[in-house]
C-alpha cells in the first residue's frame, strides 16, 4: 500500500467525504474522487492522512499533497517535489476510458480564462516577443492589474494573488517598474499586497536540466517554486524567460514538451495560469510569427501571444502590437495596439505619442523648409503622384536628413489639412497644372 503522510488537518471522515465524495464505511471513505481519480482515504491513528487504493495518472502521494492543498495547509518539501514531477505516464492498462454519453443532461463546463480570449487558467501561454519590445513590462502589467483588481490595456484580468519570477532584472528595476504601473493606474504600492515578486537576476535560476538519458528534471528550483506556490496559492504566474528557466536544448522536441509538461503541471495541480515569456528566434522574427526554435515551443501550449514593434516608416516608436499567433481556446489573429507611456502601456488612441509629435514636426519644417527653396528657384511640385510629385523630390534632396518619402507624404497631408501650405492652379484652361505653396509666400500673383 502506497501512503502519503501529511501533518493532521482538523477533519472528519464525513468532512472529507464531502469535499471528494465517496462514502464512509468504517475508518475509511471508499470510492472518493481526487483529480478525477478514484482513491480511498483514512484518518490515522496520529491524524495523518493516508490516501490509498488508487491506480492511474497520478500517484497517491500526488493525490495525498492535493487533498492537503484543498484543505489550506502547508505541504511538506517532498509533497512539493510531487508535484514538480513530471507525472508517470500510466501502463497501457490503464487507460482512461470515458464515454460522452455518460456526459448526457450534466452541465457543460464552462471554460476558465485568467484572461479572457488570451491567456487560459490551467495551461502555460507563451508570450514572445524580441529583446527591448517590453515584454516584461507588459507581463508585470497584467499581473500587476490581477494583484490590484483593474483593469490595464482595455483588458480585465482575473482578481486575485499572483508570482512574478524575474530573471532579468534585480528587485530596485521592479521597484522603478511597479512604481510606474501603479501611478499610471491610479493606484499606489499599497495596493500590491497580492503580488509576490523572486528576482533573480545574476542568480542561477535554471528550472529544469536534462538527465543522462535526455529526460528534463526539475532543478532544486523548481522545487522550491513549487513549495512557494502550494503555500501562496496564485492564481496566475509568470515566468520571466526561457532563456534563464529552460536548461535543455531549445531545438530539442523532447526537451521542449518535456519543460512545458513540467510547468504545466503545477498549473493543473494548483488551479493557475501560467505565462511563459520568450525570446523569438531569427527565423521567427524574420517570418513574422514571433516563434522560438523548434516548433515545439507553439505545438506544446494551448495560447501564444506575439509583442511586436508598429511597423513601416514613419511608424510610432512607442506603439506596440500584442497579436494572438496561437488560441486554442479562442480567436487567433486578434490584434491589440497599446503605447508606452511614462513607464507603463496604455491603449493606442491613434494619436501621435510625444516622440512621434517630435519627429512629425521637424518632418514638417523640413518639408516647409525645402518646398521654399524648390519655389525660389523655379521648381513646381505637387501632390500629384508622377514627376514633380513633392514627396519623392523632397527625399531626394540633399538637405532632407534622413526623411522617408512616406514621412513626407503624411507631413503635405498634415500640413494641407493645417493650411500650411495650399494647391494653387496655374496655367491656360486648356492646361492647367497644380503646385504646391507655403500660405505664407502666398502673394496672390498666382
Not at 530596485?172 to 523572486?198: N, V
Not at 496655374?426 to 500660405?439: F, M, N, V, Y
Request: charged content about 25%; glycine content about 10%; aromatic content about 6%.
Amino acid at each position: 500500500m502506497t501512503a502519503t503522510q501529511i501533518d493532521p488537518p482538523d477533519v472528519t471522515l464525513a468532512e472529507l467525504a464531502g469535499l471528494f465524495g465517496g462514502t464512509v464505511k468504517g475508518i475509511y471513505v471508499r470510492e472518493a474522487d481526487v483529480q478525477g481519480q478514484v482513491c480511498s482515504m483514512y484518518i490515522a491513528g496520529n491524524r495523518d492522512i493516508v490516501v490509498d487504493g488508487t491506480t492511474g495518472k497520478y500517484t497517491a502521494q500526488q493525490l495525498g499533497a492535493y487533498v492537503n492543498m484543498r484543505l489550506g495547509r502547508d505541504l511538506p518539501t517532498y509533497a512539493a517535489r510531487a508535484i514538480a514531477q513530471p507525472a508517470p505516464h500510466p501502463a497501457n492498462d490503464n487507460l482512461p476510458i470515458i464515454s460522452p454519453a455518460d456526459w448526457h443532461g450534466m452541465p457543460v463546463p464552462t471554460r476558465e480564462w485568467f484572461l479572457d480570449g488570451l491567456i487560459p487558467r490551467r495551461q502555460v501561454t507563451i508570450l514572445n516577443g524580441d529583446g527591448g519590445v517590453g515584454k516584461s513590462l507588459l507581463a508585470l502589467q497584467i499581473a500587476s492589474a490581477s494583484a490590484m483588481g483593474c483593469e490595464t490595456i482595455g483588458l480585465r484580468p482575473m482578481a486575485g494573488r499572483v508570482m512574478y519570477l524575474g530573471a532579468e532584472d534585480e528587485a530596485d528595476e521592479f521597484h522603478r517598474r511597479l512604481a510606474a504601473i501603479t501611478y499610471e493606474h491610479q493606484r499606489g504600492l499599497s495596493d500590491m499586497a497580492d503580488f509576490r515578486l523572486i528576482p533573480m537576476a545574476g542568480r542561477d535560476a535554471l528550472l529544469a536540466v536534462p538527465d543522462k538519458a535526455s529526460v528534463m528534471q526539475p532543478t532544486d528550483n523548481m522545487v522550491r517554486l513549487v513549495e512557494r506556490l502550494v503555500d501562496y496559492r496564485p492564481g496566475f504566474l509568470v515566468l520571466d524567460t526561457s532563456a534563464d528557466l529552460f536548461g535543455g536544448d531549445e531545438i530539442k522536441r523532447n526537451h521542449v514538451r518535456q519543460f512545458i509538461g513540467l510547468l504545466r503541471k503545477p498549473a493543473i495541480d494548483l488551479d493557475m495560469a501560467v505565462l511563459l515569456l520568450s525570446h523569438p528566434s531569427v527565423a521567427g522574427m524574420q517570418s513574422g510569427t514571433g516563434s522560438s526554435g523548434s516548433t515545439a515551443w507553439n505545438n506544446s501550449v494551448r495560447s501564444r501571444l506575439y509583442l511586436t514593434t508598429a511597423a513601416g516608416d514613419g511608424a510610432d516608436p512607442d506603439v506596440r502590437i500584442l497579436t494572438t499567433m496561437k488560441a486554442n481556446y479562442g480567436k487567433k489573429g486578434g490584434e491589440i495596439r497599446m503605447r508606452w507611456q511614462e513607464g507603463a502601456f496604455v491603449l493606442d488612441d491613434g494619436k501621435p505619442s510625444p516622440v512621434a509629435g517630435i519627429l512629425n514636426k521637424r518632418a514638417d519644417e523640413t518639408f516647409k523648409k525645402l518646398l521654399s527653396i524648390f519655389n525660389r528657384t523655379g521648381q513646381s511640385v505637387s501632390d500629384v503622384t508622377g514627376t514633380n510629385y513633392a514627396p519623392a523630390k523632397m527625399f531626394k534632396h540633399v538637405e532632407a536628413g534622413g526623411i522617408s518619402k512616406r514621412q513626407f507624404g503624411d507631413a503635405m497631408q498634415r500640413l494641407l489639412e493645417s493650411a500650411e501650405i495650399k494647391i494653387v492652379i496655374e496655367g491656360p484652361a486648356s492646361r492647367q497644372r497644380k503646385r504646391l505653396i507655403l500660405t505664407s509666400e502666398d502673394y496672390g500673383g498666382t
